[in-house]
């Protein structure tokens, strides 16, 4: 059965390979069939895995298996939370390859399979990263899901915006990895290891009794660092919106869906099996390090995405608020906190990718993604507008959906006063795709003033003058544009209701993750109750804003934060060090005491 | 010298990271700010073969040197940074190609006046 | 511990530092001239290297130096042609100097090796060395005299 | 935020980060030290597999999983250079004007170009036993190729390279190093299991099993991969003019 | 002694690097970056790494400068061309 954990990256990796060489010959509809079965056959190679990985799956690569404890092999991990986000990633590239089917204008002259290999190549270094269980393994394919994610970020190379947000993109997270791999050179020189579980003990080991010391925190540091910046964490977020807002829709979709989430399974992979031991990093400073970061993300993130009208960057600003919680989630170091953010992982990629996929269909319906200028134009599409609608309140944690199950388990684990960061920051979030809603789709409130006098700095990410990324203007909705999101839409709240699915989910989260008693995941009162309150309070901030927006309307305070980001590359870097002190200065109390 | 040596290789490669960042962070012009990048790159390499150095080893390579003869230096950092090069020279040609792309686009590839992507 | 080592760090130290000093300082041309001789003074102390460590397996660096390095030159005369126009950088002084020490070193080493294969492939190195960097300068000064867009 | 405030960022940041990595360096082992557990254990195993160069049983053996994703690290980038540097709607090819070349550099070009692809195969089949492998030799071949550019003119580039079947060998010598890992799991082992042949004499070029063959592997890829690479970008810098009277106003 | 040498390569490198932030001229920074590929690839060699020695001279002497003066062929021509068509 292990032996068959390397063929999760292998096969898409391949196929992918089989497809640049024929693809000049392959008619597109043969390569983007090749492309979606082989997506799948990897879903229900990385399900069957799944459903046979208790215990967890161990496999060392090339038949390396250690020999007295040790071995010069890569390990890879089939564990419940690798395998789920495996067959997380597998299920959204099908449904975004299944979305993109027919649509985009002409791929490159002779290269007719270039976008669905690319595709492949994007999963099978995401499925890469997910089973890793070695910390340079982690690395290559942490560059390789970053590579092509560049790639495909800028691939509508007519368009100003697109190249530049993947340049962005492409700078910032090559720095991060570069930190990544400084850190990852220091923890071999103390303890001689990559496997992350040989790294951990190594680490206890040198410590002996007088705990952690400089050397480790700084590897903690710089490592979290290059994950951070993928997971988009205050303040390594910038480059995130500017290349959501401008990638393909299909590739939006698997950036927000899990690309940055597998950022944050990184940071609970790595916490757990390296630095948790007595060598590594006490818990009180992990937890204080991505609690601060997890509120602060969460905050910035969802004014910001409050503040919003280009649809696709009030969406990627709105996985970043998720992100925050998801940190916040890992960061209690609790069982139940890994449990209910892995639900809400499972159902923010569900949700999030059809809304993406809903604001796609606007895009290309319209040729604009602005929300002033569509309001009210989209009120014959209905069938969208309720997907919008609903995906809006799952957002904001709606029982019975997968996203209100794992936001309720979480609130439950962290507790105290951080649950107000849960409710405010999904009920802002939500409400601001809840406006959109009605606004769009509805033509609701009066049409906002496109300009107020003079144009601001922060009206040219509008969106209003995006290229539709079809050949022309789309006059209906083909059908598989309206399905996917329906399906993921339906597939995020099955797993949230079904009943089973999250004591399963939980129970291989558990196996897998940080020791501790934890009986079950399931729906309680306090937990529905809430979700009801943050899907409230939604509702009444988007109802507000559209009948009174002058209300609503960004304060002065708002204002610093939205200049902050600046586009411009420097700055993010700029950010990015500081972050990288950050992180060593909250996580430094542990070193000194 | 050889106190000062313990520690040299270590402190040469985080001088390299350190200015490479700096550069990034201030670049005026994008080419320069992948130069900069690559630079950064180079002190990944430096460290990580520094850490693998043993003192008085030879190359862990027996074509001309009978097995066990001389004690050598460690492989495996070898092996990362030969991966971590590759690495670095696509990385650098794929911001090279977006660019390229953003000159054609935008007119110009100096950071400060790429602002479209504000707020 | 054998001489060839001091030998090596001399040339190195003298090779290095010339050349970053002339490359990061000065006009376009002179840097030009710097790049090439990089290669035609840390060639030599690659392969003084090789004979300090009594590996012959390291004159591949120095084989692959000696290609590559001139080839590296090329792309800067045949890409910055337009600019080296006005200066047309020649720096033969240097060029015939670096040389030198190219030819020296290698000439020793070969008294030192003896007839063989070893010895076949450093003549080929110095060969590679001297003419490629005679080559690069000749391309430096003028040798691309109608770069149009091609 | 003005270059100023950056600028003060960076210092602070900067900073801050330079402390932790000097902090972290006084914490080293001293450099030049003698514990490697994993190096040592990677000498052993390579010596019992036959492999002289313990960097390429490393590479292509013991961590050979890390080089699938190097490999394929550089083919998704050389695709994605192929998507990003394609010709765009509005722009079209202008064939490039020849050039003109002093005739010692030409003939200089046109000796060396052969010499240099000969040592190019060289590294690459020598890898597993003296320094040098796939990578390192796969680069130089394609390196010298474009010694028709430099030292002669683009069209004369353009008759030696046809890129196309170029595009396809990289993907072909990516799938045949992929499709060598997965013998290993068909044929009962495992993925990328260095069981399949035998592992020679030692120092010779046949020894140590697969490694030659995903070593040629991806010799072949790189090489293929840098002259696709390499095609994109001159045809930009040479070919690709963007239509006149459409430039774009900044 | 055969420290020294070690010595003299990183203090190199260290120049190198701190050469090419400063050059910000992307064509001097690309002459600074060979150069600095080279004083590397002496670096690894003294650090007993000639395979990774081998494979920075690949890169570093002539990939690396080529492809960055082809962009900065792309990008001047393109400025050129367009001063032009304003005139």
Redesign the interface.
């Known amino acids: 059965m292990h032996h068959l954990l390397p063929l999760l990256p292998a096969i898409p990796l391949l196929v992918a390979a089989v497809l640049v060489a024929g693809g000049r010959r392959l008619p597109r509809p043969a390569a983007e069939s090749l492309a979606s079965l082989t997506a799948a056959a990897t879903a229900a190679l990385a399900v069957f895995l799944l459903l046979h990985s208790s215990p967890p799956l161990v496999e060392w690569v090339g038949g390396w298996f250690p020999r007295h404890g040790e071995s010069v092999g890569i390990v890879l991990l089939g564990d419940g939370a690798s395998l789920g986000m495996a067959a997380l990633v597998s299920l959204l590239t099908l449904a975004a390859l299944a979305y993109s089917w027919h649509y985009f204008d002409e791929p490159p002259r002779g290269h007719a399979g270039s976008y669905p290999a690319m595709m492949l190549l994007f999963q099978g270094g995401m499925c890469g990263f997910a089973l890793a269980g070695d910390l340079f393994n982690a690395f290559v394919f942490f560059e390789l899901m970053g590579v092509v994610a560049y790639a495909l970020t800028g691939y509508r190379i007519d368009e100003a915006k697109a190249v530049q947000g993947a340049l962005s993109f492409a700078l910032v997270n090559s720095l991060g990895a570069y930190f990544m791999l400084m850190g990852i050179a220091l923890l071999y020189a103390r303890t001689g290891e990559l496997a992350m579980a040989k790294i951990g003990q190594g680490l206890d080991r040198a410590a002996g009794h007088h705990g952690p010391d400089v050397l480790v925190l700084a590897g903690f540091a710089l490592f979290l660092t290059g994950l951070l910046v993928k997971a988009a964490a205050v303040p390594f977020q910038f480059w995130l919106p500017d290349a959501h807002a401008v990638a393909p829709t299909p590739v939006c979709m698997l950036l927000s869906g899990v690309m940055v989430e597998l950022g944050v399974y990184g940071v609970w992979r790595v916490h757990g099996l390296v630095f948790a031991g007595p060598g590594g990093v006490p818990a009180a400073d992990a937890t204080r390090v991505l609690v601060v970061l997890g509120v602060l993300t969460a905050a910035v993130g969802s004014v910001m995405c409050w503040y919003q009208r280009h649809i696709k960057r009030l969406l990627a600003f709105s996985t970043i608020s998720h992100t925050g919680l998801f940190l916040l989630g890992i960061g209690v170091l609790r069982p139940e906190g890994d449990v209910g953010t892995a639900l809400y992982v499972l159902g923010h990629a569900g949700v999030k990718a059809a809304l993406f996929a809903c604001a796609g269909v606007l895009l290309d319906r319209y040729g604009t993604v602005d929300e002033f200028q569509l309001h009210g134009r989209a009120r014959r599409l209905r069938g969208v507008g309720v997907l919008f609608a609903v995906g809006a309140l799952a957002l904001a944690g709606l029982p019975p959906f997968a996203t209100g199950l794992g936001k309720a388990v979480s609130e439950e684990a962290v507790g105290g006063p951080l649950t107000v960061v849960y409710v405010l920051a999904s009920a802002l979030t939500g409400g601001a795709v809840l406006r959109v809603a009605a606004r769009v789709f509805l033509g609701l409130g009066r049409r906002p003033a496109a300009e107020d006098g003079q144009e601001r700095e922060e009206d040219k990410t509008s969106g209003g003058s995006e290229e539709p990324e079809t050949r022309q203007r789309l006059t209906g909705v083909p059908a598989t544009m309206r399905t996917v999101p329906a399906v993921l839409l339906a597939a995020a709240l099955l797993a949230g209701a079904v009943p089973g699915f999250a004591e399963a989910a939980g129970h291989a989260v558990e196996e897998s993750g940080s020791p501790g008693v934890f009986s079950s995941a399931h729906w309680t009162a306090s937990g529905v109750l809430l979700d009801l309150l943050s899907t409230l309070l939604a509702a009444v901030l988007a109802g507000v804003a559209v009948a009174r927006p002058g209300l609503l309307s960004a304060p002065g305070w708002a204002l610093p934060l939205r200049r902050l980001q600046s586009g411009h590359v420097g700055d993010y870097v700029a950010w990015l060090l500081l972050g990288t002190a950050l992180l060593g200065a909250l996580a430094l109390p542990g070193v000194l005491g | 010298m050889s106190s000062v040596l313990h520690v040299l290789p270590y402190l040469v490669a985080a001088w390299g990271f350190l200015a490479g960042c700096y550069g990034l962070a201030t670049s005026r012009n994008l080419i320069h700010a992948v130069g900069c990048l690559a630079g950064c790159q180079s002190a990944t390499y430096i460290l990580l073969l520094a850490v693998g150095y043993r003192d008085g080893g030879t190359a862990p390579v027996f074509s001309d040197i009978r097995p066990g003869s001389r004690p050598v230096v460690d492989p495996v950092v070898q092996a990362l940074t030969l991966t971590d090069i590759v690495v670095g020279a696509t990385v650098t040609a794929l911001l090279l190609a977006l660019t390229v792309q953003i000159a054609k686009r935008h007119g110009t590839v100096d950071p400060d006046e790429l602002r479209e992507l504000r707020g | 511990m054998n001489g060839w080592i001091p030998a090596a760090t001399v040339v190195l130290a003298g090779g290095l530092g010339t050349t970053l000093w002339g490359v990061s300082t000065g006009g376009l041309g002179r840097r030009v001239i710097a790049q090439n001789l990089s290669t035609a003074l840390v060639c030599p102390g690659l392969l003084l290297l090789a004979q300090g460590y009594g590996r012959t397996s390291y004159v591949d660096l120095a084989l692959l130096l000696a290609l590559l390095g001139p080839v590296g030159t090329l792309v800067f005369a045949r890409l910055l042609a337009d600019d080296l126009a006005e200066e047309n950088p020649a720096g033969w002084g240097p060029t015939w100097a670096a040389v030198t020490v190219g030819v020296v070193v290698v000439l020793v080493l070969c008294a030192v090796t003896g007839p063989g294969r070893a010895m076949v492939k450093l003549l080929i190195v110095g060969a590679l060395l001297i003419g490629g960097n005679l080559l690069a300068s000749r391309a430096l000064s003028g040798g691309f005299p109608g770069v149009g867009r091609g | 935020?003005t270059?100023r405030v950056?600028?003060w960022?960076?210092c602070?940041?900067?900073?801050?980060?330079?402390?932790?990595?000097?902090?972290?360096?006084?914490?080293?082992?001293?450099?030049?030290?003698?514990?490697?557990?994993?190096?040592d254990?990677?000498?052993r195993?390579?010596?019992a597999r036959h492999t002289?160069?313990?960097?390429?049983?490393?590479?292509f053996?013991?961590?050979?999983?890390?080089?699938?994703?190097?490999m394929?690290?550089?083919?998704?980038?050389?695709?994605?250079?192929?998507?990003?540097?394609?010709?765009?709607?509005?722009e079209h090819r202008?064939p490039?004007?020849?050039?003109?070349?002093?005739p010692?550099?030409r003939r200089?070009?046109l000796i060396?170009l052969p010499?240099?692809l000969v040592?190019g195969l060289y590294?690459i089949a020598?890898g597993q036993?003296?320094?040098?492998?796939g990578?390192?030799g796969g680069?130089?071949a394609?390196?010298?190729l474009?010694?028709m550019?430099?030292?002669a003119?683009?069209a004369a580039l353009e008759r030696i390279r046809p890129v196309?079947a170029y595009?396809?060998t990289?993907?072909?010598s990516?799938?045949a190093y992929?499709?060598l890992?997965?013998a290993?799991?068909l044929t009962g082992?495992?993925?990328?299991?260095?069981?399949l042949l035998p592992y020679g004499t030692?120092?010779t070029l046949s020894s140590g099993g697969t490694v030659p063959l995903l070593n040629a592997a991806i010799g072949v890829e790189?090489a293929c991969a840098?002259v696709v690479?390499?095609a994109?970008?001159?045809d930009?810098?040479?070919e690709i003019e963007?239509a006149?009277?459409e430039?774009?106003?900044? | 002694m055969a420290d020294a040498v070690i010595v003299v390569a990183l203090l190199a490198v260290a120049v190198a690097a701190t050469a090419a932030v400063v050059n910000r001229d992307p064509a001097r920074q690309a002459l600074v970056l060979a150069v600095l590929g080279t004083a590397l690839a002496v670096l690894f060699t003294v650090l007993q790494a000639p395979d990774v020695g081998l494979s920075q001279l690949a890169v570093g002497s002539a990939l690396t400068p080529l492809l960055i003066m082809l962009s900065v062929r792309k990008v001047r021509r393109r400025s050129a061309h367009g001063k032009d068509g304003t005139q």
């Open positions: 935020m270059p950056r600028l960022l960076v602070l940041g900067g900073g801050g980060l330079a402390a932790l990595l000097v902090a972290a360096c006084l914490r080293l082992p001293a450099f030049g030290g003698l514990w490697h557990p994993y190096g254990r990677a000498v195993t390579s010596l002289a160069n313990t960097v390429a049983s490393v590479n053996d013991q961590r050979a999983f890390d080089t699938m994703g190097e394929t690290i550089l083919f998704g980038a050389v695709l994605g250079c192929v998507v990003l540097l394609r010709q765009a709607r509005d202008d490039p004007e020849p050039c003109e070349v002093v010692p550099v200089y070009a060396v010499v240099a040592t590294v020598h036993l003296s320094p040098g492998g990578f390192q680069v130089v394609a390196t010298s474009h010694l550019y430099l030292g003119d683009y196309e595009e396809v990289d993907a072909l990516a799938s992929l499709l890992g997965l290993g799991v082992t495992a993925f990328l299991a260095n069981t030692f120092n790189v840098v690479l390499l994109r970008f001159l930009q810098a040479v963007e006149k009277g430039m774009s106003a900044p």
